[in-house]
């Protein structure tokens, strides 16, 4: 399924940089930009969004994010003189702008149907407890302790425990550590497998959750998986830290 974004802002400035933004992580989603009024002032415009939805409708679904009130109400507007069957693909997320609009173009470029984008998109509004809590930059798991505790390392370095999970544990390489496009790319690999995956104790599959991190170069990060997929996740995910992200 395709899903394109639009992004409505007051500020035509904001929704071109948070498209920006998010294309960073995910190039090949279409996403849209409708912000400011026709005369370039601060408001929104009923026939930018419209414009929007129409280039975007070549999408199988398409998902809306707003800045603020005003902005939704302009978007129901528009909306309601949409052709049916466009109309009915289209659906509004009430998550936060920026962090709603990367993490809903990142579980798009992963394939994700629309409800996966949507969920992606609201998880922004979540504590990072919500997402599956954090670590610190060290690796150390809150309560003490390393997940891959008492299991048994193999000679490829990753660990095997009795449930059935696979774990590793690495050091970042690269200069930038674990920011938003390193963040979008262990994303995108982890999304590919059948895997309950998990990074220092968050779902691997969550860029917020991720990116809450904030991992620097020559933190810890343990990866752990379990599900048919677990091995080849896990080696996949290692290697990917390994070179760096490629940076």
């Known amino acids: 399924m395709s899903v394109g974004i639009l992004v409505v802002s007051h500020s035509a400035a904001i929704a ?34 419209t414009a929007g939805i129409e280039e975007l409708s070549g999408a199988d679904a398409i998902v809306v994010l707003c800045d603020l009130g005003s902005a939704y109400l302009t978007t129901d507007t528009a909306l309601d003189f949409l ?12 998550a936060p702008l920026v962090e709603g609009t990367v ?71 690269n200069e930038s550590g674990l920011h938003a496009r390193p963040a979008a790319e262990f994303v995108k690999t982890a999304a590919k497998y059948d895997a309950v995956v998990r990074v220092n104790g968050v779902d691997a599959k969550s860029l917020l959750a991720i990116m809450a991190l904030a991992l620097p170069k020559g933190a810890a990060v343990t990866i752990e998986a379990t599900g048919a997929d677990a091995t080849d996740a896990v080696a996949a995910l ?3 830290v390994r070179a760096g992200f490629g940076e």
Request: hydrophobic share 40%; net charge negative; aromatic share 0%.
């Open 16 to 49: 071109s940089g948070t498209v920006e933004l998010a294309r960073q992580m995910a190039s090949d989603v279409p996403m849209v930009a409708a912000g400011g009024t026709e005369d370039g002032g601060i408001g929104t415009s009923f026939d930018a969004i």
């Open 103 to 173: 993490a809903a173009a990142v579980a798009a470029q992963t394939g994700g149907e629309v409800a996966a984008v949507l969920a992606a998109a609201a998880s922004a509004a979540r504590s990072e407890a919500d997402a599956g809590g954090a670590s610190s930059p060290s690796g150390e798991q809150p309560g003490g302790g390393s997940p891959a505790d008492g299991s048994a390392r193999g000679d490829d370095g990753s660990a095997g425990a009795d449930d059935g999970s696979v774990s590793t544990t690495l050091q970042l390489v």
């Open 83 to 94: 052709d049916e069957d466009v109309r009915a693909r289209v659906h509004v997320s009430d």
């Open 238 to 240: 290692e290697a990917l």
